[in-house]
């Protein structure tokens, strides 16, 4: 029957004329079944109506998948086309944090940029100053200079020293050491640099009083003041704006005593911990040793103790302690109700809710609970088990500080992190349980300042201020008798 019907339907299409010729087409399919194709065209319709078909089907049901992944990643609640629903539009929690980070990062770049781009502006314009008055300089007419007079016998007896022959006065000066012994520093008040004729070289005496034993700088007294920054390197990149830098007060084989460590602390997964031989290698950017966490470390708040380094893990108030010589986690533990991710920062924010120090009494947790209310609280940490052994509540707001450390058990607080001349405003005293407001100045060089604590190694603040790694020298008093 079937082979009548192919007959019956070539007998009409030879009949037809040349526009209703049709075709017979014969194949396999996918399957490899025998499968016949008739084409007949249309004898009233010259064009077929586009009418959707299972192409334009296709093409709207990948279009309704696409915009449910954009709503994902956006956040919006778009509607899909034509009421697919194979992708919920609901943004997932994860998704949407990595989009608000990566929106933050964007921000804190773009921040960055105009800061350079500011900074380019002001340099150029120093440096069109300094060509004008270079080219002021040049025009003014040279001066003679006077030729030197001999010091007199008396002045020789005294034992000044006097120019050697062919040498003029400036050339003399410059080779004359300072009171300090260092030839590089030329800024001495004693010298006076006005006509170029021989100057009777002045002593000047100034009277020191003998200690009276309020200072002592090898005890645990109280801090008294706080000396100028001294910077030690500026990091190479974006990612060195905020950072922690640190030293092993009772370092463990195979790292020394001088060892230095550093971690830069700006990206989501913040793993890499550089280490350094000493001060001069860490100037010159010069690591020995580079390790990689097993789990992201948050924010600048870690710290080293007893060949180990204590840091908060990311997005949990899990403490960890990290064994350098072994590389691997020697300890972790929650602090219990403590804050974090940006539940009770230091006023500059970076998620700075737990911050950890060590002094001479040993390791210590400074945060914040929901019960303090904000307030900030200070525990002593047992070293190994990172279980905490003692808690105290203080009455300072920690959101009202910028960053505080702990020296001789005593917690000391910053009161600003931007502003060029500060103070550090509070000590709470965990021996008394007792706290009060200070006022001692202290100094943010480069205007953001990330990170303060105490280096037992060094007996000096360690710093990271807008890219810079400082140091403060420390002058304390006498420990007063119990």
Excluded at 37 to 54: D, I, L, N
Excluded at 80 to 104: F, K, T
Excluded at 183 to 202: H, I, P, T, V
Excluded at 475 to 480: F, W
Aim: a neutral charge.
């Amino acid at each position: 029957m079937f082979f009548l019907f192919l007959l019956c339907m070539c007998g009409l299409l030879l009949r037809g004329n040349a526009q209703d010729r049709a075709s017979l087409w014969r194949g396999n399919d996918r399957t490899g079944r025998c499968q016949y194709t008739f084409t007949v065209p249309s004898p009233m319709e010259a064009t077929c109506p586009q009418v959707g078909g299972p192409e334009v089907e296709g093409l709207k049901t990948r279009l309704s998948v696409l915009e449910a992944l954009m709503s994902q990643l956006s956040g919006k609640d778009l509607q899909p086309r034509g009421g697919h629903q194979g992708v919920s539009a609901r943004p997932q929690p994860e998704l949407q944090e990595a989009l608000n980070r990566a929106v933050g990062e964007r921000n804190l770049l773009q921040g960055e940029k105009e800061r350079l781009e500011r900074e380019l502006e002001t340099l150029k314009l120093r440096m069109d100053e300094m060509r004008r008055e270079t080219e002021r300089l040049r025009s003014r007419p040279c001066l003679t200079q006077n030729p030197v007079v001999a010091p007199s016998s008396t002045q020789q007896d005294w034992g000044r020293a006097r120019p050697a022959a062919g040498s003029n006065q400036m050339t003399h000066l410059m080779t004359r050491p300072n009171r300090q012994g260092d030839s590089s520093n030329l800024r001495d008040s004693a010298w006076q640099y006005g006509a170029l004729s021989f100057q009777e070289l002045k002593a000047e005496v100034t009277e020191v009083p003998a200690p009276d034993g309020t200072v002592d700088n090898t005890g645990c007294g109280e801090v008294v003041s706080v000396g100028e920054p001294v910077t030690h390197r500026k990091a190479d990149n974006i990612a060195g704006k905020y950072g922690v830098w640190m030293q092993d007060p009772e370092a463990v084989s195979p790292y020394g005593p001088n060892m230095l460590w550093r971690i830069d602390t700006i990206g989501t997964e913040i793993r890499q911990l550089y280490g350094y031989d000493d001060m001069e290698q860490l100037s010159k950017g010069f690591p020995s040793k580079v390790l990689l966490l097993p789990d992201p470390l948050e924010s600048t708040g870690a710290t080293m103790y007893r060949g180990s380094l204590y840091y908060q893990r990311r997005l949990s108030r899990t403490l960890i302690r990290y064994d350098l010589a072994a590389e691997h986690v020697a300890a972790r533990r929650e602090l219990p109700h403590a804050g974090f991710h940006g539940q009770f920062p230091y006023s500059w924010g970076g998620y700075t809710d737990i911050d950890l120090s060590v002094d001479e009494k040993g390791l210590w947790a400074i945060y914040s609970t929901s019960k303090a209310q904000g307030a900030i609280v200070i525990s002593k940490l047992d070293p190994h088990s990172l279980e905490v052994k003692k808690s105290w509540e203080t009455s300072i707001r920690k959101a009202s500080v910028a960053n505080s450390f702990m020296i001789c058990g005593k917690l000391y607080t910053v009161a600003s992190y931007a502003a060029r001349d500060t103070t550090i405003n509070h000590v709470y005293d965990t021996g008394t349980s007792q706290g009060k407001a200070v006022s001692i100045p202290f100094k943010n060089k480069y205007g953001y300042n990330s990170m303060i604590d105490y280096s037992l190694a060094q007996r000096k603040l360690f710093a990271w201020d807008n890219f810079h790694l400082v140091s403060y020298d420390l002058r304390l008093g006498r420990q007063q008798a119990n």
